[in-house]
């Protein structure tokens, strides 16, 4: 398995690569813990936490806040939106209890001790979900950068490159930071709202309120609360942050950090996703119809109301989160891929150790920018089922955490207690019944009033 | 003299021939790569084993909604 094996002194276990390069990662923790710069430990462990859900902020989960805030203006959804995000928190936490703990991925975990089949239709099901959704990030990145002119080609294949290039660092710390450094960019569309000068009273009395509900309870609206929780959190969410905790090297000793980077994760992207709702509430008082709006289509509706800065930043938004999710999607599937067929599957390993995992990285990426590009490929037909696969594939990966986070055996005292377990299974039920009726209504939609 | 960090943050990766006791001293047991023990098959409650012929059936209805799903978009992809 390993291409550059380290002999130890006394001929025990051989040492790669990739345990090299963790444990250096590792000693500056510890370096920076011994001498009590907890502000220096809180920085080497943030990572994972904020790319999951910054990732979640993805190209169509953008497009989504702003046609809501384009549907329904400042009201019900943007606490709404925040109560979604703690949900995502609690479920995301428990991910990173179970990397620390047993130093295995989600994908892995599975296999190990619910045998082959669970463990390999965990991972089907994840690289065919993810394939779809890299679809969708690559026209999201096609239409931020289209606003500006750049040709399509242009703009998935350099994203493609970008991607490439990040992914060849072949070092997990270089690749988290230059990440972060493009995921902080989804904060793009707060100065876009500050644009869009919402009444600041509207918005604190709507946290307050849960409203108003323009139009009423119809079924768009219960379509839209059901296709948001059904995308509160997905699959891959969850096999990336417990991947990319075991890669960074956590142990139990920085379980509360890895709550804290979740918790800080959670939090920008509520404000991002808030932003972007207040951001496109100027076409709902002025009653544009935004509801076959695509991702450009915003930012040039938006030109009268925020200026040609308010709408060049919503499209840079746009990429950004196409990008970025992009990135983190692709990492997942090659993670869960690794782990399950048991070969290397770190971003520390060298391209000799880990060529397959690389290869299903950026295969993931590639194959799907190429789908992007052939001329009259079926992207409306992906992007009508990419969301249905995703909320229907949620319920059996949420089961799995809930059953390995449970499981003392390999969690032992990190495992879920009363409380922990009270918010988890309740917050896991009503994702899972959310999930399935929104698949069911997404296939029968005769089934919701009009 | 630390060696621990001498050799940490000094010699490149290339030049770790000589010792890799820093490593394992860093890295616990089971982050070594190659050392990673199995867990072995989780023992089922009669329970958890109905919730699995649960989750059985509920990928044969999963496959049969995504399947009518891509067959009502490709009609209206069409």
Not at chain 1, 121 to 127: E, I, P, S, T, W
Not at chain 1, 303 to 331: D, H
Not at chain 1, 395 to 415: Q, W
Not at chain 1, 416 to 431: E, P, Y
């Amino acid at each position: 398995m390993s291409g550059h094996p380290f002999q130890s002194l006394d001929g025990s276990n051989r040492v790669t690569v990739e345990d090299v390069k963790r444990a250096r990662d590792r000693l500056q923790v510890r370096r920076h813990r011994s001498a009590g710069r907890w502000w220096m430990v809180l920085w080497l462990l943030v990572g994972p936490g904020i790319l999951v859900m910054l990732g979640e902020n993805d190209g169509p989960s953008m497009i989504s806040y702003a046609t809501t805030g384009a549907s329904y203006g400042i009201g019900f959804f943007l606490p709404f939106i925040a109560l979604t995000f703690v949900m995502a928190f609690v479920v995301q936490e428990m991910t990173v209890r179970l990397g620390a703990a047993t130093k295995r991925g989600h994908a892995e975990l599975i296999h190990e001790r619910f045998g082959r089949f669970w463990g390999f239709f965990a991972m089907a099901d994840l690289v065919l979900g993810n394939l779809l959704t890299l679809v969708t990030e690559f026209i999201a990145v096609r239409a931020g950068l289209g606003f500006f002119g750049v040709p399509p080609a242009l703009s998935v294949l350099g994203a493609f490159v970008l991607i490439v290039l990040i992914v060849s660092t072949q070092r997990y710390w270089t690749w988290e930071r230059i990440v972060l450094s493009f995921a902080i960019f989804n904060l793009l569309f707060v100065p876009v709202a500050i644009l869009a000068h919402p009444v600041s009273s509207e918005v604190v009395r709507s946290f307050f309120t849960w409203g108003p509900i323009a139009g009423g309870v119809t079924g768009g609206f219960i379509l839209l609360i059901m296709s948001n929780i059904g995308a509160t959190v997905t699959p891959w969410m969850l096999f990336f942050q417990q991947s990319a905790t075991v890669d960074k090297g956590l142990t139990p000793a920085d379980i509360r950090h890895g709550r804290i980077d979740t918790a800080l994760g959670a939090v920008i992207a509520a404000v991002a996703a808030i932003a972007t709702v207040l951001a496109t509430t100027p076409l709902f008082l002025h009653h544009i119809d935004a509801s076959n709006f695509e991702g450009a289509d915003f930012a040039k509706a938006l030109v009268p109301y925020v200026g040609n800065v308010g709408a060049t930043l919503f499209a840079l938004g746009l990429f950004e989160a196409g990008i970025v999710a992009a990135i983190t999607i692709s990492l997942s599937s090659a993670y869960a891929f690794g782990e399950v067929t048991n070969r290397p599957h770190s971003m520390n390993s060298s391209l000799r150790e880990g060529w397959p995992f690389y290869a299903v990285l950026i295969a993931a990426a590639g194959i799907a920018a190429v789908l992007v590009l052939i001329p009259n490929a079926p992207l409306v037909f992906i992007t009508l089922i990419v969301n249905v696969i995703a909320t229907l594939a949620m319920p059996p990966a949420i089961v799995f955490l809930l059953l390995l986070v449970n499981d003392r055996e390999i969690m032992g005292e990190y495992a879920n207690r009363g409380l922990s377990n009270f918010f988890g299974i309740a917050v896991t039920v009503f994702l899972i019944l959310a999930g399935i009726f929104y698949g069911i209504v997404t296939v029968f939609p005769h089934l919701l009033p009009s | 003299m630390n060696t621990l960090n001498n050799t940490a943050e000094e010699l490149p990766i290339s030049s770790y021939t000589k010792s890799t006791e820093w490593v394992h001293e860093v890295l616990e047991s089971d982050q070594l790569s190659d050392a990673k023990q199995h867990y072995g098959r989780r023992r089922l409650s009669r329970g958890i084993l109905v919730l699995f012929w649960g989750l059985r059936v509920y990928v044969a209805v999963m496959i049969f909604l995504v399947v009518l799903q891509i067959w009502n978009a490709f009609h209206v992809a069409k």
